[in-house]
């Protein structure tokens, strides 16, 4: 199985700052990279597919980027409904597999 | 608007066998993939299979192949996910979702609230 990587594992961060999640995957898997938000005890959220496309209805604050191994996700304003767990997901071979999740909290 | 139901929290001796539901609305039920996602107390998300009821094609993850059956039933637009004998080990949220990809491996673009499972003597 393809192995996603994330960083940091978790961070804290200000409203209103920029915020930066790296994803790596353990061999390339082209832009086949999804991006999801899981508030707490809720179920998780597609955000950003194919690496860089927003989903209908998401915040244009979001956004995606990479190809092959590197993937950036980024939150351009830190909003404070924006607490959470963002998880990567690969989907370029069988089976798709999730990154391990980074931790989103307001300082 | 689209619409994943679950069914309802369960709690299982091992052993045991369950069946947990998941109805959708608000979509073309027989032409959209409806996968499944365990999530085990303070874990990560993990894919387990998905099917597409139109033909009922069913793709597994190796890791859950032989330990769980996925099914759908287009007449009353709910698919299923099954165990024959629980194990502790079992124990999660398991959310359905839906994918509107031409491929199975495609995004889970709707989801729905989980039902949690409890296996314990």
Redesign the interface.
């Known amino acids: 199985d393809i192995q996603m990587t994330q960083s940091p594992s978790s961070l804290s961060a200000s409203v209103g700052d920029r915020v930066t999640i790296t994803c790596q995957a353990s061999q390339g898997v082209s832009d086949y990279v999804n991006w999801y938000q899981q508030k707490p005890g809720k179920a998780p959220k597609l955000l950003i597919y194919d690496a860089s496309n927003l989903h209908t209805g998401v915040p244009s604050r979001f956004s995606g980027s990479g190809s092959g191994t590197d993937f950036i996700f980024t939150i351009s304003s830190l909003q404070p409904e924006d607490i959470g767990t963002y998880y990567c997901q690969q989907y370029d071979d069988m089976p798709p597999t999730f990154g391990p999740g980074t931790k989103v909290e307001i300082k | 608007e689209v619409q994943l139901v679950q069914s309802g929290a369960e709690v299982k001796k091992p052993g045991e066998s369950l069946k947990i539901s998941c109805q959708g609305s608000g979509y073309s039920f027989h032409s959209s993939w409806i996968g499944w996602?365990r999530q085990r107390p303070g874990e990560?998300?993990?894919?387990m299979g998905i099917i597409y009821p139109g033909d009922s094609d069913t793709?597994y993850?190796?890791?859950f192949q032989g330990q769980v059956t996925i099914s759908a039933d287009v007449s009353t637009k709910t698919a299923y996910l099954e165990w024959s004998s629980l194990k502790a080990s079992d124990s999660a949220i398991y959310?359905c979702?839906r994918s509107d990809g031409l491929?199975p491996?495609?995004?889970?673009?709707d989801?729905?609230?989980?039902s949690l499972l409890t296996v314990s003597s």
């Open positions: 996602v990560g998300l993990e894919w793709r993850n190796p890791s959310y979702a491929v491996e495609a995004a889970f673009e989801w729905g609230h989980g």
